[in-house]
């Protein structure tokens, strides 16, 4: 097989071996299918390998909500109550986000998806670029009942400095992989392939996304702007799922290819972490030159500590910061749309079929 070919676009040859449970892996299944050629084949969902993939496939389709199906008539009467300082926080939260997720969309389908052999994986990352697809209609939707200026809102990744530090951090790794050049398979690009997955799931989607989840769901918290803290909050529910995928990919890599998770490069990903935090930190500090609906820098410090602690954690590396604390607790019961059904006083669609969400930890 060429290995240069992408998975899933190599010739269809007749009579090779039928596809078999072992033949599946994260990347480089064609590496350990050479037996037989297309033994390997990332066109065939079954027989499913990497269970929790489907599983997280499963849910995220559960959770299907829609933006327009949100009310917004009662922020479009609190917008002009509000204070300047609380307008801003929704207005900065809303000029990240709306573009950040088109960051994310684009490492999915430009630097991620090609590079991924589990098709399992591969039907959660087309699930995960629609839901990114979503949050950025979610913003636009927002951005217009409130008939906020657009060019000010979305151009502010590009002309606030906090801003254009945390995507211009992030690019980087997505132009090593949208490379046409670049192909999985040697130990050096292996580790550019995981270097990107950890900055995008653990910290971009992880780290990133929280002071501004933060700040809206603290407008909800106090009966303000439930429209637009409904929408946040099925937002931060699809990011935590997506963040608790990239864990799990995260780590299956790592299993599969323990020669990758040397000491030198655990290192550079704890660098990567203390990175995102400062950078994180940064933005907060600038959203918030003053304390703000019972917050202030330093809650955010602490936050980002734990929250980084928590990250490094999940990926089996020690924590960087010892002691740090959780402010603000309220944040993971917001996940769980079920008991905390009436927390807006909106009129809540539940947008949970089937069973229960399954979370093995609050995010
Ligand atoms: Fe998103
Ligand atoms: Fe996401």
């Given at each position: 097989m060429n290995t240069q070919t992408t998975a899933g676009l190599e010739d269809i040859k007749l009579g090779t071996r039928r596809k078999g449970v072992?033949?599946?892996?994260?990347?480089?299944?064609h590496k350990h299918a050479q037996d037989s050629e297309g033994a390997d084949d990332v066109n065939q969902l079954f027989p499913i390998v990497h269970d929790w993939a489907w599983e997280f496939y499963r849910t995220t389709c559960k959770n299907s909500w829609f933006p327009?199906?949100?009310?917004?008539v009662r922020d479009i009467a609190q917008w002009p109550t509000l204070t300047d300082d609380e307008r801003g926080i929704l207005e900065r939260t809303l000029g990240f986000l709306s573009t950040a997720d088109s960051l994310v969309a684009n490492n999915l389908v430009l630097g991620i998806y090609s590079n991924i052999t589990s098709p399992e994986c591969r039907l959660f990352l087309l699930r995960q670029a629609f839901e990114e697809a979503v949050h950025m209609e979610s913003y636009s939707y927002i951005v217009q009942s409130l008939g906020l200026d657009e060019a000010k809102i979305f151009n502010m990744y590009r002309e606030i400095k906090s801003m254009a530090d945390k995507a211009n951090w992030s690019v980087k790794f997505t132009r090593i992989l949208s490379d046409p050049k670049f192909s999985t398979g040697t130990l050096e690009n292996d580790q550019k392939l995981l270097r990107d997955l950890i900055a995008f799931?653990?910290?971009?989607?992880?780290?990133?996304?929280y002071v501004g989840f933060v700040q809206v769901l603290s407008l909800g918290r106090r009966n303000l702007m439930p429209g637009a803290c409904e929408q946040i909050q099925y937002i931060f529910r699809d990011e935590s799922l997506h963040l608790n995928f990239g864990v799990d990919l995260v780590n299956q890599i790592i299993k599969e290819c323990p020669e990758l998770w040397t000491e030198e490069f655990q290192a550079e990903i704890r660098e990567i972490i203390k990175e995102g935090v400062a950078l994180e930190y940064a933005y907060a500090e600038d959203t918030m030159p003053r304390p703000i609906l019972g917050l202030n820098k330093e809650m955010f410090k602490d936050y980002l500590q734990y929250i980084g602690n928590r990250r490094l954690k999940q990926i089996g590396l020690d924590e960087e910061w010892p002691g740090a604390s959780n402010p603000f607790p309220w944040m993971s019961e917001l996940i769980d749309l079920k008991k905390e059904k009436n927390f807006f006083e909106t009129r809540v669609t539940e947008y949970q079929t089937g069973s229960a969400l399954d979370w093995d930890d609050e995010s």
């Open positions: 072992k033949d599946s892996r994260i990347i480089n299944s327009y199906d949100v009310g917004m799931y653990l910290v971009f989607e992880g780290i990133f996304f």
